[in-house]
């Protein structure tokens, strides 16, 4: 039997409201909460997710680990620790494709058919939108690509303002992006 393309979509939305089998949380080394994204997940979830990622010891830079997802409408949450720009000796894009590749494989892994991913490395971690966003697009249908196998049906890419979804929309639809079009 031949396998469908999963779906790759965009919605501007808050990711702890998402309903999937896996929501992705940009983490930090310690797993132990944070700001942004990290922050919202683990206000979201519960004390319970903190318990949780207590006894997981941390996670290195690109790698990615999961949880359950307690009180959100998640059944899993995958972390993953992205690259903070200009720290990595030019590893940032090979580091932040790790993060889209293992949090997929672990989906995977984890038989999840829906995954939905936030902006990684972009807030705290100062990626660039632009770039980040070229390297999220590229990284997830690499994966696909590579592994017909996959269970994976819907990939979302959960943005929160509107710069992100049109850089995010432009990608998709296979357009260059130029961040002087944009609103900023």
Do not use: W
Request: hydrophobic share 40%; glycine share 8%; aromatic share 8%.
């Amino acid at each position: 039997m031949e396998r469908l393309e999963a779906q790759v979509t965009i919605v501007q939305s808050d990711i702890t409201i998402i309903e999937a089998d896996a929501i992705v949380n940009s983490a930090n080394k310690t797993l132990l909460g944070g700001g942004g994204v990290d922050g919202a997940i683990h206000y979201a979830a519960g004390p319970e997710l903190l318990e949780e990622c207590r006894a997981l010891g941390g996670c290195k830079t690109g790698e990615a680990k999961a949880t359950k997802a307690y009180n959100l409408p998640a059944t899993h949450v995958i972390h993953t620790v992205g690259p903070f720009f200009g720290f990595e000796n030019g590893r940032e894009p090979e580091l932040l494709a790790s993060c889209y590749a293992n949090s997929l494989a672990l989906a995977d892994t984890l038989r999840a058919t829906s995954i939905a991913f936030p902006c990684i490395s972009t807030s705290a971690f100062q990626y660039p939108k632009d770039q980040a966003a070229k390297v999220a697009v590229a990284s997830v249908n690499e994966y696909l690509k590579a592994n017909p196998q996959s269970v994976i049906e819907t990939v979302l890419f959960v943005v929160r303002d509107e710069l992100d979804y049109n850089l995010y929309h432009a990608l998709l639809q296979g357009q260059e992006i130029d961040l002087s079009k944009f609103s900023q």
